[in-house]
């Protein structure tokens, strides 16, 4: 399984990439591999607020229906529309062009409760 080093990892397999205090938000490769197919994906709505943990999305794959939660507080800035066309974007390119949504942090330290790459490593690997 592909987990890259340059990200923070939730428990619920989303991963976050934060820039100047922006986090893009999507699904691992182990998540995607466990869904298998998807094909639909149903974002949050820009402007929305979530606290950490919280179910924001959905994703639904051949397979099943899966909640998807925000590794961290904040606002929705931005959802990945190129999923409406291409929900597969999210088997193919889960930690590139498959990204689910941006949100504005409103704590950055809950960065530090969230895994490591290696705290991953070690959960998917149970």
């Known amino acids: 399984m592909n987990v890259p080093d340059d990200?923070?990892?939730a428990e619920s397999h989303e991963w976050i990439r934060v820039a100047d205090g922006i986090g893009t938000v999507g699904i691992t490769?182990?998540?995607q591999a466990e869904l298998t197919?998807?094909?639909f994906v149903e974002p949050p709505k820009?402007?929305?607020?979530f606290a950490?943990?919280?179910a924001v999305a959905v994703v639904e794959s051949?397979?099943?229906?899966?909640?998807?939660y925000t590794p961290v507080s904040g606002e929705i800035v931005e959802v990945n529309e190129a999923l409406d066309a291409d929900p597969a974007l999210l088997n193919t390119a889960p930690f590139g062009d498959g990204w689910?949504?941006?949100i504005k942090l409103s704590d950055p330290g809950e960065l530090d409760a969230l895994?490591?790459?290696?705290?991953?490593?070690a959960q998917i690997s149970e």
Request: aromatic share 10%; proline share 3%.
């Open 100 to 102: 689910i949504f941006k």
């Open 29 to 31: 490769d182990h998540a």
């Open 46 to 49: 820009v402007g929305t607020t």
């Open 37 to 39: 197919d998807i094909v």
């Open 115 to 121: 895994k490591t790459p290696e705290d991953y490593r």
């Open 52 to 54: 950490a943990h919280n």
């Open 7 to 9: 990200l923070k990892y």
């Open 62 to 68: 051949v397979k099943a229906a899966s909640d998807i």
